[in-house]
């Protein structure tokens, strides 16, 4: 530690001040050098300062990542199934506890790959095309939804003392970065503004309104220009409008990506002038070490530098790294301790979604005396993980899970039955013809999606180019099948979305577990044996197949997901059945005619109608009047997940402001809100029966005495 004169400590160490003014402070005590120094991901301190080591980079998209032991949450695709934002802020603030108590069981001093406490998550890109592999990090195919559960996470992760950070959360990949993996360091995304304003930018507007600390900019370019040299990405768009005062992160190598994949720099230099006056404050790379040169040279200016570094000082600041003493953690057995272990059991089960459901099939009975277990998931760990995992001391498979919950009556056989994939025998089966239910665990693995240079099974760098499960697994259900006439239950593990018409066909239930995380088995069983009841919903559209879909480069939102996808889905985004049924009645809209700048309350009444308690997940939809001229088909604007008990009646409020129905107008570039009549739709799914009424939206006037409002009554109904 170093000290002023008469030994008190210098300001940036006083956690009395304002961190902007502890961090003015400390950048005054820098050498330029020792600026650019704090500006890539592995900082080597500063030992006259007393200022340890530090790497920027760390993961905790579903737990501490890539660290060890840490609590195993489900992937983000399955958080999302859950449509809980409550969930997901308690989860973030799981982590943060975890990651503090990592951090501080450290050496002091100690530093590299995923020790710091700036976390680069969640990934709040839109999940556009089911082929990409890196969806499953993503909240799914919706942006209200991934702004709602993103904006939860960070909250949860960075806490709510405005001087003080648990954590400090990351939103990326900024933006339109979803895709294809091979060519992600040299691809053009070419993306509409409307669609752009529309799909891709908004849940990083909804993380930058809850004070996200820090955004990564993309590998791709966007519309030819890279995204981590991007002015109208990183000043006019995420500084100007959206209000972001964090720091800008690149993705790493990005910035070699423009000398070598964009050919926009000539080399390392050239490639950090163009972030730095883009607006990036920390690379994960080499190429900020030249910026010193930079300087020198006259590219760019210290006091450009200095802006760039002061939002980064602050994060660390705001850290608690510069205090005089480390801030208070929790005490080291916090990690993966029971009562993470149950949130993470908790979120498991929140997340399975049950695609298909014939009547008697599930729960499995009380009485059951003889069940075979197979599949090559059953007992597979990597089916529970996810990528950007770590690792929980005791990982539960599913078969473990159901072997935990079955009776000590219960007599339980198991079998792999078959391999992941590939032209292998399948075989030992047997149990089938006399089991008195079989379960079969089929799926994927981060194998075979994922980022590229870890999906090895992939075949494409990670991405899929199937929406088919591999042959052999699908033929292990039809040799089930054909074995037994007795209940036969499909479990599949996968992070995307699967076409699976012929096991839906054959199995008498169907049970989408995601990668579960380090709980999954339980869940599952849980699920199965009728301990919980399944309500996670789908969030993302399941195609038929990958011919009903525009080509994986394009990037118009046209032809895609439940908004603008126009053909009959396997199943629809929001998707999921209930071991009980839901009822939805006295819907209204009130006002029912309100000005562009009004709010509208939606009343609607929720009934469990059938003979168990559950959870139901209302979800309100609304359709735009120009829905069958080229707008979106409907757009989720609002969702509530709500436990009932059998005959349980509620009702519900939504508020509705006007201003969440604006579009782009990309004639006048600026956003609108268009007068005319709005259906209303409130279920269970973007599909299927649901309670509709009708919202008019009025029009301005400009008169010569200034502006007013005019409210256009509209008819009460919409063909």
């Known amino acids: 530690m170093t000290s002023s004169a008469g030994g008190t400590p210098p300001p940036f160490r006083d956690p009395a001040l304002d961190p902007d003014e502890r961090a003015r402070d400390l950048m005054g005590r820098l050498t330029l050098e020792e600026k650019a120094s704090f500006m890539v991901h592995e900082t080597p301190g500063v030992a006259r300062l007393g200022i340890p080591p530090y790497t920027w980079w760390n993961e905790c998209l579903h737990g501490v990542a890539r660290s060890g032991r840490a609590t195993v949450f489900p992937q983000a695709i399955g958080l999302a199934a859950t449509f809980d934002p409550d969930l997901i802020g308690r989860i973030g603030a799981a982590i943060a506890a975890e990651a503090r108590a990592k951090h501080a069981a450290r050496p002091v001093g100690a530093a590299g790959l995923y020790t710091g406490l700036t976390f680069w998550s969640p990934n709040v890109n839109i999940f556009r095309d089911p082929r990409w592999g890196r969806g499953q990090e993503t909240y799914g195919e919706d942006p209200y939804l991934t702004g709602r559960l993103g904006a939860a996470l960070v909250r949860g992760l960075q806490g709510d003392d405005p001087r003080r950070l648990m954590a400090a959360a990351c939103a990326k990949h900024y933006a339109a970065g979803s895709g294809p993996e091979a060519s992600r360091h040299r691809f053009d995304a070419a993306v509409a503004e409307t669609d752009l304003r529309e799909t891709y930018l ?3 507007g909804a993380l930058a309104a809850v004070g996200v600390e820090a955004v990564m900019c993309a590998y791709n370019r966007l519309n030819s220009e890279p995204c981590c040299a991007s002015p109208f990405l990183l000043q006019t768009v995420l500084r100007g409008e959206f209000g972001f005062r964090g720091h800008v992160v690149s993705d790493c190598g990005a910035l070699r990506d423009f000398v070598d994949g964009h050919r926009t ?12 006056r883009a607006g990036v404050n920390l690379e994960c790379g080499t190429a900020y070490r030249h910026l010193p040169a930079a300087v020198r040279q006259g590219r760019v200016t210290e006091a450009e530098v200095d802006a760039a570094l002061q939002p980064l000082l602050r994060t660390l600041v705001r850290l608690g790294l510069f205090d005089p003493a480390p801030p208070p953690a929790p005490p080291p057995d916090v990690v993966g301790c029971a009562a993470h272990a149950a949130l993470a059991r908790e979120a498991a089960v929140k997340s399975m979604v049950l695609l298909k459901h014939n009547p008697g099939a599930l729960p499995l009975p009380a009485d059951l005396q003889t069940l075979f277990v197979t599949g090559p998931c059953a007992a597979s760990v990597d089916a529970l993980l996810g990528t950007y995992h770590g690792l929980g001391a005791d990982m539960v498979t599913v078969l473990e899970g159901i072997t935990r919950r079955a009776g000590p009556g219960v007599r339980i ?4 039955g078959c391999p992941l994939d590939g032209p292998v025998a399948i075989g030992n089966i047997w149990p089938a013809s006399y089991a008195d239910a079989t379960v079969a665990v089929v799926g994927l693995t981060p194998d075979f999606e994922g980022e590229k ?14 929406l088919e499960l591999p042959a052999i697994q699908v033929e292990l259900v039809r040799r089930l099948r054909a074995r037994s006439r007795r209940p036969l239950v499909v479990v599949v593990a996968a992070g995307s979305a699967v076409a699976i018409p012929e096991i839906l066909e054959l199995a008498d239930a169907v049970l989408l577990a995601w990668y579960p995380g380090q709980e999954g088995g339980n869940a599952v069983a849980d699920v199965l044996f009728g301990a919980a009841n399944p309500a996670g919903r789908l969030p993302i559209t399941f195609y038929r197949t990958l011919a009903d879909l525009p080509p994986f480069e394009d990037y118009r939102m046209e032809g895609r997901t439940y908004r603008y996808y126009r053909g009959e889905p396997a199943f629809s985004f929001g998707y999921g059945l209930s071991y009980t049924t839901f009822g939805y009645s006295d819907l209204a809209a009130a006002p029912a005619v309100i000005p562009p700048t009004g709010v509208v309350e939606i009343r609607v009444t929720v009934a469990n109608t059938g003979p168990m308690a559950g959870d139901e997940v209302v979800q309100l939809y609304v359709v735009p009047p120009d829905a069958r001229a080229g707008g979106p088909n409907q757009e989720l604007k609002g969702f509530q997940r709500i436990h009932l008990a059998a ?6 409020r939504f508020r509705l402001p006007a201003a969440a129905l604006r579009r782009w107008d990309a004639a006048a570039g600026r956003w609108t809100v268009r007068p005319g009549g709005y259906v209303v739709r409130v279920g269970g799914a973007s599909a299927g029966p649901r ?29």
């Open 202 to 204: 908004p849940a990083f």
């Open 647 to 652: 005959g349980e009646r509620r009702d519900l």
């Open 413 to 416: 056989e198991y079998s792999s």
């Open 691 to 719: 309670a509709e009424t009708v919202l008019s939206i009025g029009s301005y006037e400009t008169g010569d005495k200034g502006k007013k409002v005019r409210v256009l009554q509209l008819p009460s109904s919409i063909s």
């Open 453 to 466: 240079g870890e999906a090895f099974r992939s075949g494409a760098a990670g991405d899929r180019t199937s």
């Open 265 to 276: 720099a000539a080399d390392d230099l050239e490639a950090a002038v163009q972030a730095l």
